[in-house]
Each structure stands twice: as C-alpha cells, then as structure tokens.
C-alpha cells in the first residue's frame, strides 16, 4: 500500500500528463496513406523475405474486404478513422548499432521517460525502486521502439549466454526466420480481426523473445514502446516462445507526446507456452488519454493473445491501463494442455473523458484446465469504463475451473462504470464462478482518512491504490511502485 | 467363545486416486470390538482423516492392499450409502451445508432409506417425529434444528451435534467421529460428548479421530492409537493419551502439541 | 403465408384512432427491423430461424369439447380468463369476484376506457424488437386489468392460455395491461399450456405493467407450452415510488422459448423482485433476459434466475441492470445460478451492469456447476443412494425460488411439475 508519504511527494509531482514531450529528431517516414506499395515499402524497409512480404499481403486484402467492427461499448464514440491519413512508418534516419552510435536526443528521450538503455544504469531511475529489497534491483532487459522502429536492445550478450533470444522482432525475422515462420499468426491468425489484420499487413516492429527447454530467463524483458511522429500508427508485433519447462516474465511499457489528434495504435501480441512453461506478461500502458474535453490521445485497439499449448503450461497477463482515449483490448489464453493454467489481472482507470471497454477471454479446452480473472475498473471524471469477458468451457474441457472477481468503483457522478460478462459452458463437469460489484469509494474509509488528516484527494489516491493491490501484488516489483505512482497521477483531479 | 469383531481392518494400504504416487495408509491393522471405544490420535496430516472417509466410503481413495470388514463382511464393494444402512455411521469434521432441503426432510428419508435396506416398513410421519423427538432429547438438540436446512448457517458447535444426533437417529452401530471436539468450547465439547457416552450401551461401539487428547477425558476411550505418516506408531489404554499430552508428537518424530 | 402478412390491420374489429395508429407504426417498425438475428446482441444466442419459417395461421378450427382440469391449479381460488389458441372463450372464463374498483375485461373491449390509450404501448414501443412490434401491431387476446387506488383485487387472475389446434400452426398475439393504481394489489398469473406436446403454436406476448405508487403487484409467468412450440414472452413493468413488483418466472415447456422481463423503477424507493426458473432437457432451447432500469433515486432490485439443463438442450440468461445518473442510492443485486446434469447440455450466461451513478450498491453474481460431489457423499454416508441424493440436491436447487412466491397453490403446482421433469430417482418423496 502507498504510503502517505509518498501520496504527498506524488501530489506534488506535475499534474499533467509527463510524457507528454516530443522529441525532435529527423526521421524517415512512409507518405501517408495504405495501398499495397505501402505494404510493399515496410517490408522493404526491413529487407524481409518473400514469404513474410507474401503473407504481409495476404493479410492486407483480407483487411480490405473487412469492416471495422462496432460491438465496443463506448458511450461516446469515436470519430471514423481515415486510414488513408496515416504514415504507417517512422523511423529515426540515423539507424544505430551500438549505444554509442545511438542518437543522443534518442538516448535523452528514454532518459526523460525513466527507462534506462546503458545497462550500467539501474531500471527505471524512480525514486520508489530505492524502497524496494536489494533483488528487485535486478537488471532489466529492454528493447526500446521508437515509433515504428526497434531502437535498442539492451543485455542481448547476457541473455544470449542463458540461450535467450530477445531482440527486435524484424532482426528475428533476419536471423531466426525458422522460429518466426513457425510461430507468427499461429495464436492469432493474419485473418483474426478487422485491427490484427491491419497490424499483420503492416506491422513495424516489436519484440521477438525465445527461451529454449528447460530455461528459466535469468532476468525480467521489457519493451517500451513511444509513439513520437505525428500522424503515424504504432502497429508492432510482439511474438514470445516458451519451450517445455521454460519460465519468462516480460514487460511492456508505453508512451506518446500530447497531440490534439488522435493516433492509432493497433498491435498484436502473441504467447506460446509448451509443456510445463510458464509466460508472465505484464502491461504499463500510459498512452496518451487526451485532454478533459476528449480530444487527443491515442485509440488502443490491441489483439494479444496466448497458447498453453502444453500440459501444465501457465499464461498470466497482468495489466495496468492507465493510458488512452480509448482502449479496447482482450489478453485472452486458449487453455489446450491438460492442467494448463490462464490467469487475468487488470486495474483499467479512466478519468477525463477516456474509454475503455477490456477484458479477457479465457478458452478452455483441455482437461483440469483452471483460470482466474480479477478485474478492477476505476472511473472517474468522464471516464467510462467496461469490463467484457468471455469464459468459454468446450466439451472435452473435463473439471476445468473459472474464478472471476470483476469489482469497479466510481468518482463522481459524471462516469460510468459497466460489466459485460459471458459464460459459455458446455460439458457438465466444469464449474464458472462469476462475482462483480460496483460501488463509490466508501464514505466511512475515505473519512477515516480524512479525519487522520489525509486531503481527500490523497486519501482516495490511497483507498483505490487498496483497492487495486491484488493486481499490483502480480506486477515485478519494481513495475508495482511505478504502477502505484501512476494511478495517483491519473487520478488528479478526480476529487473536488 | 470368540466374538466377531465389529470392525477388523488389515494391512490397509491407500493411495490418492488422482495422484497414486501419494502413499497416505502405509499399513494400518485396527481391531475394535462391539462395545469398545478406540481413539486414534495423530498429528496433521498424518492420515486419520483418510481413514474416516475411506471407512465410509469415499471414492477419492483406492485401496491398493489389505482390507476392511465389517461384522465379518468386506466392505470393498459397498458403497457409501450401504455401509450408512449396515450401520457405520461418519461425523463429519466438515458437516456440509445443503441449502434447500430441510434437516427434517433429509432424516425421514434416511431413515426410511435404512429401513427399505433392513426389509422393515418404511416409517409414518407420525412415528418418524415421534423417533426424531426421542433422539433430541437424548442428544440435547432443540427439535427446532429439524426445521431448519441441513447444516445451514449452523455454528460449529451445532453442526457437531447435529451430527452425533444423525447419528442417534439411525442407530448406527459404529460411530466415527472425525475430530468432532476441534473448534469446540468446553460447553460445546461436553455436550457432544455426553450424547455419545449417553449412546454407550456394550454394543455400540465407536472410532474416535482427535488430534488432542482433551475429548478423551469426556469420552474415555478402551485404546489409544498413534497414527504417524500413515502408520500406527503405538498403541496404548487411556494412559498413552497422558503421554501425547505431555510430551506432543516429539517422540515420534513431529514437532506439535497434542494438547489445545 | 409468412408471419408479416398476419398482420392485417385493416381486417380488425372496428377501434379508435389511436390504436390503428398504434398498430400501423408497429408495424411499420417490423418492416423496417424484422426478426431478430444472432447479429443482434441481445438474441446472440437463440436462433428463431425455426419460428420464422413456419407458416402460421392467425387462427383456426378449434374443439368446443375441452376438459380444463389438467389445466387448472389446484385449491387456487382464481378468476379465470380462457384462451383456446388466442381465441378467448367467454363461456369457460369466470372474471367474477374479484371485488370492488377492479376493471377486469378483454383488452379488445377496454381500448375505449380512460386511460387505456396513454399506456398501451407505452412501454412496448420504445423496445427495438421485432417480436415485440408484431404485438403491437397484432396484438388481439389478453386482458385489461385495472385495480383503482386504494382498491385491492379478492382473488388472482389466472390468465390460461391453451393451445388445442393440432393441424395448423397458430401463432397469437396475447396482450396484457395490468394497471395497478396507487395503493392498488393485484396478483395475476399468466400460464401458457397446450394439451399435447406434438402441438406446434406460437404465443408471442406481451404484457405492460404500472404500478402507481406504493402498489403491490405480483405476476406469474408459467410457461408449459408444448415442447414442439414456441413461446416469446415479453413483460414490461412501470413501478412509481416505494411501489413493489414481483415476477416470477418458470419455463418447462416450449421448443424455443425467450422470456424477456424489463421493469423500469421510476419512482423513488420502488422495490423490484424478479425471479425465475428454467428446466430444459431433449432439445429445449431457455432463453431469458432480464434488463432493469434504475432511473429514480434509492430503489432496489432484486433478481434470483437459475437454470438445470439436461440432454441436449441450452439455457441462455441474460441479466443487465441499468443504472440512470437520476438512480443515486440504487441497491441492485443480481444472481444466476446453473446446474448441467449432462455433457450435452449447454448454458450462456451473462449478467451484465451499465452504470452512470456513483452512490450505488450493484453485485451480480453467476455460477455454473454440477450437483456438489461432497454433498452427495454426505447424503451417501447417511444411507441415501446415490441416485436419490442427486435428485434432492437437483430438487433443492431448483425450489429455492419457489419461496419466494406468496401463492402456495402454484407453489406446490410448479413443484411437482418441475419434479415430474427432474432425473427421476427410485424411493424420493418430496413435500413441497
């Protein structure tokens, strides 16, 4: 729980949104617009091979033959998206090998947001990482992207050495097309939705981890995606292979400078656990929401899903969405092993006039397959906030078990707060359990808080970071203080 | 002349059925005789609870060895339900809760269920009422509990007297009693205990299951039995129950009380 | 013949203005939005393809020689309102005794009646659904029940509606406006049955409910059509303050059955009760969907459904509370609870809150499993069978909500229809 120390510090910090800067560096884009040359330009770009460019167009008729899918529930819309008035590629000109190579502006822009691309340097650089035990200082891998490029990949020689594989998902395409060719678009097919199938025609870059049999990662892997030029979508890809036995715990964090104009960014993430593997993925997602009269901020339409493919295999997503005008996601796992393990931690907060409609969906297919969903929604200013979750049981999925807590509270009388749940049940074995409340933050908590002295403000920072510390309990450690840290920021304002 | 033992379990070896790799009976040889009362104590988890249930029938345990019988009867194909009419009767450590069906409604039937079993006429609902008011005084239950849900929104202290009255009401002829004292208070414990002793007719005989030894000064038990990792250690009169309570399970290898 | 061309507004009996109206924009509106596909989410998981194809007749030859006693719910004292598929049959009815300032007639005969035209409608119209428009526009059996302010009706209303025609397919319209003024009670039960399940019919009903303030009204919905026919039930509800509704719903019957309930809690501190059951096997195919709206300050709802589903058949629940800005002080509570008793069964649950006020209470709850393996062991160990512990565990499961309903009589009815549908277990005497 924070501390009230650290609530005053935090109310002290900036009010707005931090990330808000735009780095001003000279970058080569692809001229607005999408047809099959622009297909054509990225994978050329990336000096990919024929089959990738093959399937890269495959995937782009197939999205021209698509609608754009309108079952979210966003009470207040979104203007139509041009698609056409979109770069689909930006990329700082200068293309660096080593850090020393690395643009400085570049290097001073993941200085601003905390993240760390000299592994002298602890992760980070927050305050509260002082707070937390000596091996939580642990060092981070991480790959940075800049729009619409990889930039930088920290730790590889270490990682390397334990037979790791992390690295740029286009390098991975260049020096692993074995692994990429066997895995991409087998959790979610080219063809998946109106959103995947624009990211699988004109994806730009992302992270590609593989961890060989029996490998437990020797350090956290996180990615941190900033969004800088104007008019482009961020559309990466990520893709993480856990062979039998293996053991990985990633991260992602994101950023985008203020724009008064929308940008969407539409990325699909892909889990394959074998036998006995176990993937952790956890999500910081600070996107930029807008401003309090909606206009700006990034459309978070995002696919990520993951295969336990193995028996006793585990697929946890953790995620902390905080960002966004708009977020509409579902980390989904497809439980096929026996025994195999989904689970779904989620705090969404939406203030000013953001919307999100995420969730999860947890496809139960193997026998004693067992899944857990905990869920909590915090609407506040305008925000309007839904929580939608599919638990599917098929026939064969003997004894499987579902647990779902969805909790949402709400700040003031100007939001919403709403939970769509299905069950799907189909063999008489399997047991669902669905619990949901929604409420305001409890008079009697907050005046307890208030009567100690606390400002009201504070004390509601306090009782929501109470309220969503099941969910931080599964972040790294050094992620759950940021994601503390956070929630206070966003939640300025909210009182009063 | 010698009598048939009313309970002669041998050499009862017994695996998990969904995990077999887990040995949980190592072994266990247990003789009780019409009348007598045993007490097996033990440790957590050293398998006494097993044995109550695999005694009554549950089927997440497989017998990989020896046997269990009866008044001279195996009971390996028995199920549950045809050892409750032949008369072994469980008290349940966790009595559970059934929303909906009236404790009333639940004992007519089982009753009667014992009574189709033994070829007798199944009871009118006069006689049944008149049976069950008997037994709630013997046992010290408010005939209001038999209004109520079987078992729901019981305290613990009801639920165990609930269950020692089940017990009176099907005039079952070996009782287990599967740490029927733990989370009781004294006033609670007697109370329970002095429905079983009031049950004590030379006949009847019963199994106690404690982890203390403090329900045996209100039940005084003809044997002790030390059951550790699946095994009885040591076997004893009243005497070795004064021992555990001085000593814990220390000499047999555990670290832990036997006293509350 | 399709189902649209049933709906011959020209050939009804001679009515106001306002009801051709009424019908002529209903109608308008099927034209325009249809039947409901699986696109539409509120019908994602029940398919009328079935219902749709079938020709239907607006009537037919019916038997004058009908024996009402398996129809009846024993030792209810009850008005009776007869339809013999769609058709009311005055000379089976009795509307007597039901006291002073009660309205009790056939809708088709009230439509004049003050009153009358500012409600019919007025809840159904602002529904986007098909079925409901073709009552609208269609509508022609049912009655209009007024209970005056101050005034409370002697007996219930039992509403039986019976499907007879064997060699036609007949698809009515029933229609019900059951106006409770303020201080009013009424009890009226709606009961859907046919005299043998090879008997293919459609009831597509609609009944509005208002409850004036601090009115008591409770509405049964017994749904035992034959189970190769079809039923869509759809009942509006209207509560002004400190007013209290309860709706009890039991489907056993039907091949496809769709049981819409939507109460709209208007008035402050209106209480809701909304309960229900639905027992599927063979093919049956339960839906129900519950959406209830908070729209005044400190109401409550409260709705209990649960569902057993055996053989190959499929419940569906669908529970949304709505909560408005104006419904500060909302204290909602939503459970849905499911048993399968086979591997072929299936259920689609989805209770669901959409809320715009921050001072309120609002749980939902759903669960789905099987009858509990510890129970059933502790049942065994007390010398039951296995089969007769399952069939009381099922039992008990499913009568919880029978409490609920202050009618004992249809309690007991219901009771022993429903274990008439249960696994059947050798030896198990049930007191209801």
Partial sequence: MTTTEEVARISDERREYKFGFVTDIEQDFAPPGLDESTVRFISSKKNEPAWLLEWRLKAFRKWQAMTEPEWVFLPYGYPPIDYQAISYYAAPKAGPKSLDEVDPKLLETYEKLGIPLSETKTLLGIEGAAESPADARRPVAVDAVFDSVSVKTTFQKELAEAGVIFCPISEAVRDHPELVQKYLGSVVPYSDNYFATLNSAVFSDGSFVYVPKGVKCPMELSTYFRINARNTGQFERTLIIAEEGADVSYLEGCTAPMRDENQLHAAVVELVAMKDATIKYSTIQNWYPGDENGKGGIYNFVTKRGICKGDRARISWTQVETGSAITWKYPSVILQGDDSKGEFYSVALTNLRQQADTGTKMIHIGKNTTSTVVSKGISAGQGQNTYRGLIQMNKGAKNAHNYTQCDSILIGDQCGAHTFPYVDIRNQTATAEHEASTTKIAEDQLFYCTARGISEEDAVSLLVNGFCKEVFSELPMEFAVEANKLLAVSLEGSVG | ?260 | MTMQSTVEIEAMPEQPQWARELRESARARFDKIGYPSTADERWRFTNVDAITRIEWAADGPTSDDINLDPFQIPDLDAALAVFIDGQLRADLSDLSGLGEGVVCEPLIEALSRTGVADRLGAQSATLTDGFTALNDASFGSGLYIEVQEGFAAHRPIHVLSLATSGDTPIAAHPRNLIVAGKNARVQVIEHYNAVSDEIVNLNNAVTEVFADEDAFVEHYLLERESERGYNISTLFIRQGARSVVHSHTVLLGGAIVRNNVVPTLAGEKAHCLINGLYVAHNEQHLDNQMRVRHAAPNCESRQYYKGIMNDKSRGVFTGRIIVDKAGQGTDAIQTNRNMLLSDDARVNARPQLEIYADDVKCTHGATTGRVDDEAVFYFRSRGLSEEVARAMLIYAFAAEGFDRMQLAPVRRLLAAEMIAKLPRAEGLSIEV
Wanted: overall charge negative; charged content about 25%.
């Fill in chain 2, 1 to 260: 002349m010698s009598q048939t033992p009313l309970l002669k379990i041998s050499n009862l070896h017994v695996r998990l059925e969904d995990d077999p790799a887990v040995e949980i009976l190592r072994g266990i040889d247990l003789t009780i005789m019409p009348g007598e009362v045993h007490s097996i104590m033990g440790p957590n988890g050293s398998g006494k609870s097993t044995l109550a249930q695999v005694l009554a029938g549950k089927d997440d345990y497989e017998i990989t060895e020896g046997s269990i019988e009866f008044n001279g009867e195996d009971l390996d194909d028995l199920g549950p339900d045809e050892r409750a009419n032949a008369g072994i009767f469980l008290a349940f450590q966790y009595p559970v809760e059934i929303p909906g069906v009236s404790a009333m409604q639940f004992l007519k039937a089982a009753v009667n269920a014992k009574r189709v079993f033994e070829g007798k006429d199944e009871l009118n609902a006069g006689a049944l009422l008149k049976h069950f008011r008997a037994k709630a005084d013997q046992i010290y239950v408010p005939f209001e509990m038999l209004k109520r849900n079987v078992n729901e929104g019981f305290s613990g202290g009801e639920k165990k007297r609930f269950e020692i009255f089940q017990m009176a009401v099907l005039d079952s002829v070996l009782g287990i009693l599967d740490e029927s004292d733990s989370g009781l208070d004294i006033d609670a414990l007697k109370i329970v205990s002095e429905g079983v002793n009031s049950m004590r007719d030379g006949h009847r005989a019963f199994l106690l299951i404690t982890h203390y030894q403090r329900l045996l000064d209100y039940i005084v038990p003809d044997q002790v039995h030390v059951l550790v990792k699946g095994r009885i250690v040591k076997s004893g009169g009243k005497e070795l129950a004064m021992e555990l309570e001085e000593n814990g399970y220390a000499p047999f290898g555990v670290n832990e009380p036997a006293t509350v």
